[in-house]
């Protein structure tokens, strides 16, 4: 398979979210020359006529054939265009047992999904075209989530590279291996803020920042799609899950979620509007409630949000079986579910089985509006047509895939960029552990997790195949020859944790099984120890069962290490040898024991198939750490959902990011008595094997008038520029960002927020000076009317690498 071009915008200033966004180009869609007053601050009129989010959809003579077509067909016709099947491996409860293929001859399904492989999709595409009364083409979806046939690392640990290139890389390979696996449709990026590592879905999203979220979220629809859908590599994107998934009460999967419109908007919905932005061709509705109505059934969302506000043209589908799930949200029967999805702006019924049954009957006794049905079908033959499947639907069958040497490289340096060096303090006697010294006679590699290649490929690996991953021992020991000491040490779970997790698992059978012996974890933890002895420096790598713990229906209320993993980590620390610990999960864990105990620890999250090239690279100085944290790692579970950009309290406790008073004896705070306020690793934090410092920040205007703001719509009126340099001895890249604070606001705002971000490369001593632009995106929020808007205000201004930078400045914004 060719290389795919590596987005290239490391060395560029990203400014997320308008004309001058260097990372993406995407202009939002709050355009003037509407200019309203809007109570004590000014706020941008959407303007009619704007530019479509997808000129291919929009396109008049694509619409024409769509209405041509749309005009021949039975209302049987439309509604099955409407339907999706799942024909092959389930993601969710499946209890249809349907005759496919006369149902595809009828016209009465317009989707399938879990049918991959050319000869497995041409089987069904060719009764879809050449029996069919309307020859309409079928249109397959998949879970291409990190990678379709070359596994990459989860989106979590993409998200820690914080670099839209990577995402766009990873999104150009799904893409190709997907398209020729006769699959033009794949149900990623998935996009929703997580700020609570319960929720097992995390390890799929961007993390808990809306403004890092948006700029993925661009990069992976354009690195899906490239601007144009009828390319023979591109696939249509399926932004997933609108809207607030990732908000569910206690980080219980599937569970309601419930917040202020304020938030709703300029929080959660901000990464699905970039999406649209950048042209998402679908959308996927989600499980949980919103403020008490199903997502899946929310005008509000669905249609007055995504489609009047945004422009959307493309389709809706729901997710798995939620249409029917509608009935378990005590909304109404069947009939009344499957209409108000439909009318709310569901297109498409995921393994529902209610539109292809219950809709018609409705449309004839005059309950629901054909032209509803109509809007609906229009939509998905509009994405239809844009794929170029009435003209291509078949796929061309080749060659058996295998990771070629080309593909390795590729994800290896990936994979390098989403390493994060969480602490590296140094050792009395030997100095900092990484990288490692090319002194050390022996080296001892323990954990459950060194030789695991199915833990190692990540959840959700849907397509990907654990025999192409090479594991950290294999790589370690070709490295380290006889140097290499090696022990398990123990299992991934305990015989407790197997028995609780065999009654959810439907995906492969448990490792231990019912009647299997319990592993004698305490034996194989005195061999770990004994190993550890013999050597000068121990590399523990623990984490969880990314495939039973993590991703969908896969909530934890313990983050801790699972099994017997902490009781290993503490018998190997105690033998008093140098220990780094490798932490390989796809969610952040609570590492807190370890964090005072342990000098080194690396985050190496769930890393695909070049896990073990990876982590060599990092052990050894090849490349230098570079990842930044997404998401905040908890000092203990109770402070979950944690996250930087909390609103501030009229009682802010001591190490609150607030400039207003506070004491650290006073009880009456807003504090835990048990625990600090703060993350143990927070928002943005990474370490490297070089220093980096900060001169202070300044800004372009000390003053900017209002009418300026609003003046220059998406362009900069303030620049806020700042010098960083490498006061180590080795080259390195840092993330550099910057995060303001607007300190008088009509409704109150968050501590601090990201409104920029860089990631520049620095020889020793090297010196940059780095801009980053504000304008009115960076800059507004929304009010108490729900308008989004600038003030006159101060904004507050830090410049570092992480969330807890303290180079400061200010500027003001006046009347």
């Not at 496919?100 to 999904?113: F, T, Y």
């Not at 194989?524 to 000068?536: G, L, Y």
């Not at 109150?748 to 020889?763: D, M, N, Y």
Request: hydrophobic residues 40%; contains cysteine.
């Amino acid at each position: 398979m060719p290389q795919p071009e590596h987005f290239n915008m490391e060395a560029q200033t990203v400014y997320d979210g308008g004309a001058m966004n260097a990372c993406a180009n995407f202009a939002l869609r709050f355009l003037l020359p509407g200019l309203l007053m809007a109570g004590p601050g000014w706020r941008l009129a959407l303007a009619q006529g704007d530019p479509a989010p997808n000129p291919q959809l929009a396109s008049k003579e694509l619409n024409a054939r769509v209405d041509k077509l749309l005009k021949q067909m039975t209302l049987e016709e439309k509604i099955g265009q409407l339907v999706q099947y799942s024909v092959g491996n389930p993601t969710g409860p499946n209890e249809s047992h349907l005759k496919w293929d006369q149902m595809v001859e009828r016209g009465e399904i317009g989707s399938m999904l879990n049918v991959v492989g050319a000869d497995a999709t041409n089987y069904y595409q060719h009764i879809a075209v050449e029996k069919s009364r309307l020859h309409i083409p079928l249109i397959f979806g998949q879970d291409v989530i990190h990678g379709h046939r070359t596994t990459f690392p989860v989106p979590l640990a993409l998200a820690a590279s914080w670099d839209p290139g990577v995402a766009g890389t990873v999104a150009r390979f799904g893409a190709r291996e997907a398209r020729a696996d006769g699959v033009p449709w794949v149900f990623s990026p998935m996009v929703d803020i997580a700020r609570d590592p319960r929720w097992g879905r995390i390890i799929e999203s961007n993390g808990e920042d809306p403004y890092l979220g948006s700029a993925l979220a661009r990069a992976w629809v354009k690195g899906y799609q490239q601007d144009d859908l009828s390319k023979p590599d591109s696939v249509a994107v399926c932004v997933k899950h609108y809207a607030a998934y990732g908000a569910a009460i206690a980080g219980r999967d599937y569970n309601a979620a419930d917040m202020s419109e304020i938030t709703l908007r300029q929080v959660y919905l901000e990464p699905y509007r970039a999406a649209v932005e950048a042209g998402a061709a679908t959308m996927m509705s989600a499980f949980n409630t919103i403020n008490g109505v199903p997502a899946t059934a929310n005008p509000f969302t669905l249609t007055q949000i995504l489609r009047k506000e945004w422009g959307f043209d493309g389709f809706v589908v729901s997710d798995w079986g939620a249409v029917g799930e509608l009935r378990n949200h005590a909304i109404g029967d069947d009939e009344t579910v499957a209409r108000k999805a439909l009318e709310a702006g569901v297109d498409m019924d995921m393994e529902g089985n209610l539109y292809g049954t219950v809709i018609a009957a409705q449309v004839r006794a005059g309950k629901i509006s054909e032209s509803v049905v109509d809007e609906a079908a229009r939509r998905v033959l509009r994405v239809k047509f844009a794929l170029g499947l009435f003209e291509h639907p078949y796929a061309t069958p080749g060659p058996t895939y295998t990771a070629t040497p080309e593909d390795r490289e590729v994800a290896r340096k990936v994979t390098d960029e989403t390493f994060v060096l969480l602490k590296n303090d140094p050792v009395e006697g030997v100095g900092t552990l990484l990288p490692l010294s090319g002194k050390l006679k022996t080296v001892a590699l323990i954990g459950p997790m060194a030789d695991n290649a199915r833990e190692l490929l990540g959840a959700w690996a849907v397509t990907g195949d654990p025999k192409f991953v090479i594991t950290p021992k294999t790589t370690l020991g070709e490295r380290l020859g006889d140097r290499l000491l090696y022990a398990e040490g123990c299992g991934l779970l305990s015989g407790e944790d197997a028995n609780v997790l065999k009654h959810v698992d439907f995906d492969r059978p448990m490792t231990v099984e019912e009647n299997a012996p319990v592993p004698d974890d305490d034996k194989t933890i005195a061999e770990a120890v004994e190993t550890a002895k013999k050597a000068d420096v121990a590399i523990l790598m623990l984490g969880e069962p990314t495939n039973w713990m993590e991703g969908e229906a896969a909530s934890r209320v313990h983050l801790g290490f699972t099994g017997n993993q902490e009781k290993l980590l503490e018998a190997v620390v105690a033998t008093a040898k140098p220990v780094i610990l490798v932490v390989a999960a796809g969610r952040p864990l609570q590492l807190t024991w370890a964090a005072g105990h342990v000098p080194a620890i690396l985050e190496m999250w769930s890393p695909g198939i070049a896990a073990g090239p990876a982590l060599a690279d990092m052990l050894f100085g090849d490349a230098n750490p570079s990842g930044k944290l997404p998401s905040s790692f908890p000092r203990a579970v109770g402070q979950e959902p944690l996250y930087y950009a909390q609103l501030p309290t009229g009682r802010p406790a001591h190490g609150d990011l607030s400039h207003m008073p506070r004491n650290a004896e006073e009880k009456f705070m807003s504090r835990y008595m048990d625990e600090d306020n703060s993350a143990l690793f927070p928002f943005g934090w990474g370490l490297s094997y070089t220093r980096f410092s900060y001169s202070q920040p300044t800004v372009s205007r000390a003053e900017v008038p209002l009418r300026d703001v609003l003046a220059q719509g998406h362009g900069p009126v303030v620049t806020v520029g700042a010098d960083v340099k490498n006061t180590g001895s080795v080259a390195g890249t840092e993330v550099v960002q910057m995060y303001i604070r607007n300190t008088d606001a009509s409704v109150s705002q968050p501590v601090r927020e990201l409104k920029g971000f860089t990631r520049v490369t620095l020889a020793p001593g090297e010196q940059k000076h780095l801009e980053f632009p504000l304008g009115f995106d960076e800059l507004s929020f929304y009010n108490a009317k729900i308008e989004r808007t600038v003030e006159p205000t101060t904004y507050d201004v830090w410049v570092g690498g992480s969330s807890v930078a303290d180079a400061e400045t200010s500027f003001k914004v006046v009347e």
